[in-house]
């Protein structure tokens, strides 16, 4: 299986910072590297998909970016709704997987 | 939209089958997955299959413990168990993923199904 790991592991910041998490694979994915956003006791969203391409409603302040093992989502001016946890998942090979997630707090 | 059935709670040993109705989209061209969420493991893939022909892949880690089907007749996946266990318990939710030459993100989510095994 390909591994997954994120960074930090949790961060905290106020409105209005940018705001960049880490995802590294254990091998090349190419670019099928998806980001999700997940608020308390609701399912997880699609932000990014294949790695850059933003996911239909999402604000443009998200951006992904990255190829090969490794990848970055960016949030360019933190909003009070983006406090969550996000997720990275990988498309490429079977069985998908998922990172253990980045905790954004205030 | 996925609208998934409600929460369950099991004792070790006993079946349980869980659904997810899709509307909104055209069922017959769509892949259906399944996600778990636990505290312990995070978010683990499971399974996917294809409505349209019921070809089913597997997550290695839930092969022969889980069946996934679907019934076109009412648009509706489901997700299944012969043999629950206490490990077993968590939070399921339905998925649709796009395929074109490749897999692409899960862009429409169920709100979850909780499954609780214990005796």
């Known amino acids: 299986d390909i591994q997954l790991t994120q960074s930090p592991s949790s961060l905290s910041a106020s409105v209005g910072d940018r705001v960049a998490v880490t995802c590294r694979a254990s091998?090349?994915?190419?670019?099928?590297l998806n980001w999700y956003q997940q608020r308390p006791g609701k399912a997880p969203k699609l932000l990014i998909y294949?790695?850059?391409g933003l996911q239909s409603g999402v604000p443009s302040r998200f951006t992904g970016s990255g190829s090969g093992t490794d990848f970055t989502l960016t949030i360019s001016s933190l909003q009070p709704e983006d406090f969550a946890t996000y997720y990275c998942?990988?498309?490429?090979?079977?069985?998908?997987?998922f990172g253990p997630g980045t905790r954004v707090d205030i | 939209q996925l609208e998934q059935s409600g929460a369950e709670v099991r004792k070790p040993g006993e079946s349980l089958k869980i659904s997810c109705k899709v509307s909104?989209?055209?069922?017959?061209?769509?892949?259906i997955g399944w996600v778990r969420q636990t505290p312990g493991k995070g978010l683990e893939w499971m399974g996917i299959?294809?409505?349209?022909?019921?070809?089913?892949r597997y997550s290695p880690s839930f092969q022969g413990q889980v069946t996934i089907s679907v019934d076109k007749s009412v648009t509706t996946a489901y997700l299944q168990w012969r043999t629950l266990k206490a490990s077993d318990s968590g939070m399921y939710y339905c998925?649709?993923?796009?395929?074109?030459?490749?897999?692409?993100?899960?862009?429409?989510w169920g709100q979850g199904t909780t499954v609780t095994v214990s005796s």
């Open positions: 998942q990988q498309s490429f090979s079977t069985p998908q997987t």
């Open positions: 998925v649709r993923q796009r395929e074109s030459s490749g897999w692409y993100g899960m862009d429409v």
């Open positions: 909104g989209f055209d069922f017959i061209t769509s892949w």
């Open positions: 299959i294809y409505s349209g022909d019921s070809d089913t």
């Open positions: 091998q090349n994915i190419n670019n099928y």
């Open positions: 294949t790695a850059s």
